[in-house]
Nanobody, 121 residues
C-alpha cells in the first residue's frame, strides 16, 4: 500500500520560515505530479503548490514569491519551503501525489495525513 507522510509543521512567528517534507513509501509505483494543499478552520481546502515530474511548478497567488516547492525523485519526497510566513498561512497542510501502480494505467491521487502550520506572534 502506498502511503504519504508529512512532517515539518509547527508554530512560527510572522516572518519566519518552515520547511515541510512529504515522503511517499511503498513499492512498484511511478509518481507523476506532487503537491501541497492546505485547509484553514472554516475554509475550503485550496491548492498551495504543485510540481510535475519534469519540475514545472505552480502556486496559488497568495504564496508566490514566498513559498517554493521542490521534489527529490530518488527519495520520492516533495518539499515546501515556506518563507515570510503570515498569520493567514495558518492551516493544516496536506501533501498529495498522483501516481500509477505498476500494472495499472490509471493515475490515482494519494493524500498524506496533514501537518499543522501555525503562524502567530
Amino acid at each position: 500500500q502506498v502511503q504519504l507522510v508529512e512532517s515539518g509543521g509547527g508554530l512560527v512567528q510572522p516572518g519566519g520560515s518552515l520547511r515541510l517534507s512529504c515522503a511517499t513509501s511503498g513499492s512498484n509505483f511511478s509518481i507523476y505530479t506532487m503537491g501541497w494543499h492546505r485547509q484553514a478552520p472554516g475554509k475550503q481546502r485550496e491548492l498551495v503548490a504543485g510540481i510535475t515530474s519534469g519540475g514545472n511548478t505552480n502556486y496559488v497567488d497568495s504564496v508566490k514569491g514566498r513559498f517554493t516547492i521542490s521534489r527529490d525523485n530518488a527519495k520520492n519526497t516533495v518539499y515546501l519551503q515556506m518563507n515570510s510566513l503570515k498569520p493567514e498561512d495558518t492551516a493544516v497542510y496536506y501533501c498529495n501525489a498522483d501516481l500509477s501502480l505498476y500494472g495499472d494505467y490509471v493515475r490515482r491521487k494519494y493524500w498524506g495525513q496533514g501537518t499543522q502550520v501555525t503562524v502567530s506572534s
